[in-house]
C-alpha cells in the first residue's frame, strides 16, 4: 500500500453554515452522502426567531438592519404619544386648579360686603303685635321714609344703560352665572373641588388645555437639545462631550425655545381660564385660539414680540434654568465640600430638593404675573369670558401688575361671610343700639384679626404648597430607586 505523495490532496473545505441532515425516511433504503448537492438543498438551516409584534415593543424591533418597518414605526408613535398624554392627563388637574387661582383677582373690599340676616321668629312678640292693635294702626300709616333701612332698603345703583352697578365680586345677585365665587377656595385642591361642583364647569374642566400641554411639553423637549448644539457648535465648538458646557448656554437654549414656544403657552392659558358653558365660550379649541390671536391680536408680532408678552416670558424662561442648575451646586457647597452626583447621589438630590423650593421663591410671582397678562386680551379682540374673576382694569405691564396685586388684593382666602341674626318683632331703642354695637365690634376684631387682608403678597404665591409637595415627592422617589435613573430636570406642575 503506497502513501499519498502529499497531504493537501486530502483536505477538503470545510461547510459555510452548519446544517442538519434529516433522518432518513422509513421507505428509503438508502442513506445521501453529504457531498450530496441535492441532500444539501433538502437540510435544516438556523434561522433568527421573529420578533413579538407588539405596540409597546419598540426599540428591538426599529433597529433591524434590514430595513425600517414602516408599521411597527407608527405604532411606536402611536404608544409614544399615548403615554405622554396620559401622564399629563394625571397631572393636569392639579395645573389648572393652580393656574385659575393665580388669575383670580381678589380685591381688599371683597369682604366688605353686607352680611347676611336671618330672621328668627318670636312667638311671644308675634302674640304682643297682633293684641296691639293701635301699633298696627300707626305702622300702617307711617311714614316709608321714616322706617328703618334693614325693612326698606335703599334703591340699587344703575348705570347709563340702566343696569345694576356690581358694588362688590361677593354679590351673588349681580355675579355672572359663569364666574366661580371669590373666596370659595384658598389651596389648589381646594379649587379643584370647586371647579368640579360649579354648575357651569364640571369634572372635565379639570382637563382643559391638555393636548396643548402635551404638544408644547414634547416640542420643549425636542428642541431644547437642538438649540443648545446649535449654541455649543456656535460658541465652544471645541468643547469635548465629556465637558460640561458654561452655564449661558443651556440658560440660553431654555430661553430660546420658551420664547419660540410662547405662543402655545398663551393658548393653553387662554383654554384653562375660560368659561366651559358653550355659549360664554370665546375659543373652540387650540387651532381657533391660535387663528383669534393673530387676527385680531397684532398677527405674529403682537404673539410674540408685545411687551406684555415678551418681558414676562424672557424673565421667566431665564430664572427657571439659571436657578435650577446654578442653586443645587451653591447648596451643596455650603452642606459638604466635594459634593457631585456621582460621588454621593443622595446628598446631590437634597441639595436639588432645597435649591427648588428655595427657586420657588422668586420665580413663582412672576409666573403669576405673566399669568395675569396671559390672560388679558389687547388690540381688538373682545374680553375672555373667565370662569374665575379677572381684574376689570387691565394692567400696563409687569411693574404694573406687581405693584397692584401687592397694594390692591388681599390674601385672606377663604372668605366667610359673617350673619347677622335678628329676631322679628318690636325692640326698643336702647336694644338696638346694643346690639349694633355688639356687631361693629364683632366685625371690627374680626376685621383687624387678619393681617393678610390688608396685602396681596399670598396673591403672588398661589400653588406654592403644591409645587413644594412635588418636589418633596421627586426627592424621595429619587432616593428609593437608588438614583439609578436620573432625570433632566425636577418635574413642576
Not at 457531498?35 to 435544516?44: E, F, I, N, T
Not at 388637574?93 to 371683597?110: E, F, S, T, Y
Not at 298696627?136 to 344703575?158: G, N, V, W
Request: with cysteine; hydrophobic share 35%; glycine share 8%.
Amino acid at each position: 500500500m503506497s502513501s499519498p505523495s502529499s497531504l493537501r490532496d486530502l483536505y477538503s473545505p470545510p461547510p459555510s453554515s452548519w446544517s442538519f441532515i434529516p433522518p432518513p425516511s422509513p421507505a428509503s433504503n438508502s442513506t445521501p452522502s453529504v457531498s450530496d448537492p441535492a441532500s444539501l438543498q433538502s437540510s435544516y438551516q438556523w434561522s433568527s426567531r421573529p420578533s413579538p409584534n407588539s405596540i409597546f415593543e419598540l426599540s428591538p424591533a426599529l433597529n433591524d438592519p434590514t430595513g425600517l418597518d414602516v408599521t411597527l414605526l407608527l405604532k411606536a408613535l402611536v404608544a409614544s404619544a399615548f403615554l405622554e398624554y396620559a401622564s399629563f392627563a394625571i397631572a393636569m388637574p392639579w395645573d389648572v386648579g393652580k393656574m385659575l387661582l393665580q388669575v383670580q383677582w381678589v380685591p381688599r373690599d371683597a369682604g366688605e360686603v353686607e352680611p347676611r340676616t336671618e330672621i328668627v321668629e318670636d312667638v311671644e312678640e308675634e302674640e304682643e303685635e297682633l293684641s296691639n292693635s293701635s301699633d298696627e294702626h300707626e305702622t300702617y300709616f307711617a311714614d316709608p321714609s321714616s322706617s328703618s333701612p334693614a325693612r326698606y332698603p335703599k334703591p340699587r345703583l344703575s348705570g347709563s344703560h340702566g343696569y345694576v352697578v356690581r358694588r362688590s365680586v361677593l354679590e351673588e345677585s349681580t355675579r355672572p352665572e359663569y364666574i366661580i365665587p371669590v373666596g370659595s377656595a384658598d389651596g389648589v385642591w381646594g379649587m379643584m373641588q370647586r371647579i368640579a361642583r360649579f354648575n357651569g364647569e364640571g369634572w372635565l374642566s379639570l382637563w382643559k388645555g391638555t393636548l396643548t400641554s402635551c404638544v408644547m411639553d414634547v416640542l420643549s423637549t425636542s428642541v431644547q437639545p437642538i438649540m443648545l448644539s446649535v449654541l455649543q457648535a456656535i460658541f465652544a465648538p471645541t468643547l469635548s462631550p465629556f465637558q460640561h458646557p458654561p452655564l449661558f448656554l443651556p440658560v440660553a437654549s431654555h430661553v430660546l425655545t420658551g420664547l419660540l414656544l410662547s405662543p402655545l403657552d398663551l393658548i393653553r392659558t387662554r383654554l384653562i381660564i375660560q368659561s366651559a358653558i358653550p355659549r360664554y365660550q370665546t375659543y373652540s379649541g387650540p387651532y381657533d385660539a391660535l387663528s383669534q390671536i393673530l387676527r385680531y391680536e397684532g398677527g405674529l408680532k403682537g404673539i410674540y414680540l408685545h411687551p406684555h408678552l415678551l418681558i414676562p416670558t424672557l424673565i421667566d424662561n431665564t430664572l427657571r434654568p439659571l436657578i435650577s442648575l446654578a442653586l443645587p451646586g451653591i447648596v451643596a457647597s455650603y452642606m459638604t465640600p466635594n459634593i457631585t452626583e456621582e460621588t454621593h447621589p443622595i446628598a446631590w438630590s437634597f441639595a436639588e430638593l432645597v435649591g427648588s423650593c428655595a427657586g420657588l421663591v422668586i420665580t413663582l410671582p412672576f409666573e403669576t404675573i405673566r399669568r395675569r397678562l396671559q390672560a388679558q386680551v389687547r388690540g381688538s379682540a373682545k374680553p375672555v369670558k373667565a370662569c374665575v374673576e379677572i381684574r376689570p382694569q387691565p394692567y400696563n405691564g409687569v411693574v404694573d401688575a406687581l405693584w397692584h396685586i401687592l397694594t390692591e388684593e388681599r390674601s385672606d382666602l377663604p372668605l366667610k361671610r359673617r350673619r347677622r341674626r335678628e329676631r322679628r318683632g318690636s325692640k326698643s331703642g336702647k336694644d338696638k343700639e346694643k346690639e349694633a354695637g355688639a356687631e361693629s365690634d364683632e366685625d371690627s376684631g374680626d376685621e383687624g384679626g387678619s393681617w393678610l387682608k390688608n396685602t396681596g403678597l399670598g396673591q403672588l404665591y398661589r400653588g406654592f404648597g403644591m409645587r413644594l409637595g412635588a418636589s418633596a415627592i421627586i426627592f424621595l422617589l429619587g432616593v428609593v430607586s437608588g438614583g439609578e435613573e436620573k432625570d433632566a430636570g425636577w418635574a413642576e406642575l
